[in-house]
């Protein structure tokens, strides 16, 4: 098993459940230190994703590069995108992509190439100082939120009113400049505030 000097946070965007199954289970593998999202339903949800959760590697199907090209520099520095070739010859016609890898590849192809685009990573990733910024409660109710539990819910597991809570989630959103549940959920992911088979 590899360990990558930083956390590494990845997406996988595959027509096929299983070339991405495939995929997602070596990559669990191979790496002791990546986290694996899924379920975008659009690109700005890819942006937003990319974002909030440092995404570095983002695997994605000849489909999706076609569809979001023209969006691609909107995307960090520190965001590499993977193709994922149907056929060797498919590369050919995406010369500025370095690294892509083939559902042809042999499994040692696959993780030199994934290695390769880790290796392209900044390892002098920023440093999140936002999560020192919150109390000690506000850890707690953030955990809560991004587990899905109401204010009302939230409330009465801390035996606070829920116009406290609501000043809380008002702070949260205001010091890590998150406005959304699911934004506020990936940063508590991670931020290993709670597990993803926790939201």
């Known amino acids: 098993m590899k360990r990558s000097r930083n956390n590494i946070n990845m997406i996988i965007i595959e027509k ?7 995929l997602s289970d070596l ?10 999202f899924d379920e975008i339903e659009n690109f700005d949800s890819l942006l937003s ?15 999706t590069i076609e569809k979001f090209k ?8 520190n965001s ?20 892509y890898i083939s559902i042809y590849d042999e499994k040692k192809q696959i993780i030199e190439a994934v290695q390769r685009a880790i290796d392209t990573i900044s390892t002098e990733m920023p ?4 999560l020192n910024e919150l109390s000690e409660r506000e850890k707690i109710v953030l955990q809560l939120i991004a587990k899905g539990f109401s204010s009302k819910v939230i409330a009465i597991k801390l035996g606070i009113s829920i116009q ?11 010091k890590l400049n998150i ?21």
């Open 127 to 130: 440093v999140n100082h936002q």
């Open 164 to 174: 406290t809570v609501s000043t809380h989630r008002k702070n949260i959103s205001g």
């Open 16 to 22: 096929s459940y299983l070339i991405r199954r495939s």
């Open 27 to 36: 990559l669990l593998e191979q790496y002791k230190n990546i986290k694996l």
């Open 80 to 99: 590499t995108i993977i193709p994922i070739f149907e056929s060797k010859t498919e590369h050919d016609k995406y010369t500025n992509f370095k690294t």
């Open 49 to 63: 994703l990319v974002e909030k959760a440092s995404l570095s590697c983002i695997f994605a199907d000849k489909n």
């Open 179 to 199: 406005k959304t549940v699911s934004g506020l959920t990936v940063y508590a992911i991670i931020n290993n505030l709670i597990k993803i088979e926790e939201k």
């Open 70 to 77: 023209r969006y691609f520099h909107n995307l960090p520095e």
